[in-house]
């Protein structure tokens, strides 16, 4: 059974960095698409940023320039790398899992940034 567990959330000042990781455990199926989204209070859940098997990354307009999506494949591992981060990045991240030739798709449990002085 496949199984994501994310880690690195916590409180920071705006202006501050984060990097959120998401280790994948299990039987996973290659090639493979990681992402992570996020669910701000009150609002829907959003796509944040992807990232192919290939490397191929794509982010959403509100973390361009500031967000980095990477993975390590020997570690089975994604991360999200935040910078300079704002209040309304403040949200539940969760990490997904995505085979590229498979409709199932696998969630973190989320892990909550919160971006406030």
């Known amino acids: 059974q496949v199984h994501l567990v994310e880690s690195g959330g916590g409180l920071v000042q705006p202006g501050g960095s984060l990097r959120l990781s998401c280790a994948v455990s299990?039987?996973?199926?290659?090639?493979?698409?990681m992402g992570w989204y996020r669910q701000p209070p009150g609002k829907q859940r959003e796509l944040a940023a992807t990232?192919?098997?290939?490397?191929?990354?794509d982010y959403a307009d509100s973390v361009k320039g500031r967000f980095t999506i990477s993975r390590d494949n020997a570690k089975m591992t994604a991360y999200l790398q935040m910078n300079s981060l704002k209040p309304e990045d403040t949200a539940v991240y969760y990490c997904?899992?995505?085979?590229?030739?498979?409709?199932?798709?696998?969630w973190g449990q989320g892990t909550q940034v919160t971006v406030s002085s």
């Open positions: 990232i192919t098997s290939g490397g191929s990354t």
């Open positions: 299990g039987s996973p199926f290659s090639p493979y698409t």
């Open positions: 997904n899992y995505r085979p590229s030739y498979y409709s199932t798709t696998y």
